[in-house]
Structures are given as C-alpha cells and as structure tokens.
C-alpha cells in the first residue's frame, strides 16, 4: 500500500489520474485485491473523496477487464470455473444476466476478475455488465472502504494480530485443500 500511497501524493494534478490507472491495471490482473489502492485513495483522499474515487476505478476496471478479457478469450473457453453461480452467468444473457452479475458482485468470495472474465465469455452485454456491476460494487465497496479505514485507525499491535490471523487462516484453508 505504501508504494501506491507514495505513488499518488508524488503524482500531484495527476493523482487522481494515477489512482485510475492503478484500478484499472489491478482489475485486468485479475489477482491482486483492490483493498489497497482502497486504503491509498482513502489515505490519500479522505474517506468520501477516496470511496468516490475507489468506486469509478473499480467500475472503470471492471469495464476495461471485460473489453480486454472478451476480446483476449474469445479464442478459447476455460474450463477452470468450477463455481455454479459462474457457470451459470456464462450461459446467461439479458436481464438473467444482470442479475447473475449483481448477485456474485455482492458475494464477497467470488473474485471480481472472475466475475468480469465469466460475463466476458458469456453472451452478456457491455451495458448489462456495466448497470449490474456499478450497482453491485458498491455495497461490497462501502464494506471494503469501512474496514480499511478501521484497519489504518488500529494501533500496531492490533494490525499485527490481524495479519497472524489472516496468515493462520491461509495456512489452514491451504492444508485443508491440499487434503482433500
């Protein structure tokens, strides 16, 4: 976070500017979590301007993502997308896909590049994927935003006992995958 924090406040006029970008780029990728250039925009921006900000770079990711993911995967349809509600959305169009798209932005364990890879290799439509996603993103991001200013407000030792849970949480989720 810290490296996306300086990046915005050595970036001056351009910051905002800079902040889009790195949604837009952190969407595409498709694997690192948004929280951080929550956390930079609201430390950056203040909390109202920050969520603002937060929230047009998400959408503006998701849209970008989905353009490049549609014409990137045309080609070849992957097979690694196990989940129902995903399989679901890629046999979906119209308003079914609307509101397949709205339903796994609000699930918080399904990853946005997931959502935006699926609705690009399904039949759904920019629009559609733009209405559900824009409403969709925002309760997961007012949530998102919340908590990160919670996690910047805690003393050290609270985010260190956060992280040491986070970690024992991946560990046991890992072996437990690993067994099965």
């Known amino acids: 976070m810290n490296f996306i924090t300086e990046a915005l406040l050595s970036s001056g006029p351009f910051s905002i ?3 889009l970008v790195f949604n837009i780029l952190i969407s595409v990728l498709g694997v690192i979590p948004s929280v951080f250039i929550t956390a930079a925009n609201i430390t950056v921006f203040g909390f109202e301007k920050g969520l603002i900000l937060s929230y047009v770079g998400e959408i503006a990711g ?9 014409k990137g995967f045309q080609i070849f349809q ?3 997308m196990k989940n129902r509600w ?3 959305l890629q046999k979906s169009h119209g308003i079914h896909a609307f509101w397949m798209i709205l339903m796994l932005r609000l699930l918080p364990f399904i ?3 997931v959502i935006n890879l699926t609705a690009a290799l399904s039949k759904t439509g920019m629009m559609i994927f733009f209405l559900a ?3 969709g993103k925002l ?3 007012l949530v ?3 908590s990160v200013t919670q996690v910047l407000k805690a003393s050290d030792d609270v985010r260190i006992v956060l992280i040491l849970l986070i970690l024992v949480i991946a560990v046991i989720y890992y072996f437990y995958r690993n067994k099965l």
């Open 86 to 88: 995903v399989m679901k």
């Open 139 to 141: 309760p997961a991001l």
């Open 144 to 146: 998102e935003a919340y």
């Open 133 to 135: 996603t824009s409403i």
């Open 17 to 19: 500017a800079v902040s």
């Open 62 to 70: 998701a849209v970008v993502s989905f353009w490049l993911y549609r």
């Open 111 to 113: 990853p946005s590049g």
């Open 78 to 80: 992957p097979t690694f």
